[in-house]
């Protein structure tokens, strides 16, 4: 059995079961709606304003999702204290965004957006970006489902694993809400990030052990490393963000 941190046993520990048990729910109801009413019927259904507040706050609260920005964030703040979940959050969120780009350009080009679908008044378009093409799957509930499963151990406790998953569940909603997906895409980003950030923390525990056993002193090298990234994950995610949605 691998150990991914020295205190660790298991990857399963309770704050990741609590977490999984949160999104589960989130992820039946998807479920069920796509069975009940559809790929299209479940956005109608869901789709629907708050009030004026949350239309004016929700496309802020979505860049929460924005897996390289909040990884970049992470991996500067717990590259020394926790270099082998850091390596696996970094492996995970690239994996994330390869694939997503596969499927959505590769895969299902034609999958388009709620507003390239649906007439023209039945879609509330919110996002800052006006978005037509690529819904499936939606990038950030997947990037929003990975993350949490790291921050979630970061904290170690029940509690804080329900905590984050019901952010997660939140945070993927925000697309249907802004207009610029259909609950499905979330269903799909959804598994799709737990399922990538599951493989991950197996892949980087296997790596930093035999890491750690064939050469002890690459160990601080790699946490040197680890927060560089982060640091670069950072800058290139805020130059992204102000180029597409600001300037």
């Keep these: 059995m691998f150990r991914l941190l020295p205190s660790q046993a298991h990857p399963f520990q309770a704050a990741w079961r609590s977490y999984l048990l949160a999104i589960g729910p989130a992820i039946l109801l998807l479920s069920v709606l796509q069975l009940l009413v ?63 780009m596969a499927l959505k350009q590769g895969v299902f080009p034609d999958w388009n957006r709620p507003a390239g679908v649906f007439e023209e008044g039945q879609v509330r378009e919110l996002s800052l970006g006006k978005e037509r093409m690529f819904s499936f799957p939606s990038g950030h509930s997947a990037a929003a489902a990975c993350l949490g499963w790291f921050i979630a151990g970061l904290g170690r406790r029940v509690w804080w694993g329900i905590l984050v998953g019901g952010t997660t569940c939140f945070l993927a909603f925000t697309r249907v809400y802004l207009g610029v997906h259909f609950p499905g895409d979330l269903l799909a980003g959804l598994l799709l990030g737990s399922v990538i950030a599951f493989a991950s923390v197996w892949v980087s525990g296997w790596w930093w052990n035999n890491l750690e056993a064939a050469s002890p002193r690459s160990k601080h090298g790699w946490r040197i490393a680890v927060g560089t990234m982060g640091a670069l994950l950072i800058i290139i995610s805020i130059v992204n963000l102000l180029t597409r949605y600001y300037l």
């Design 38 to 100: 559809g790929y299209q019927g479940s956005f109608l259904l869901l789709h629907h304003s708050w009030g004026p507040f949350w239309d004016l706050v929700m496309p802020h609260l979505t860049h929460l999702a924005d897996g390289a920005l909040v990884t970049g964030v992470l991996m500067l703040l717990f590259a020394k204290k926790e270099t082998p979940l850091m390596t696996a959050l970094f492996l995970a969120i690239l994996l994330v965004g390869i694939i997503v």
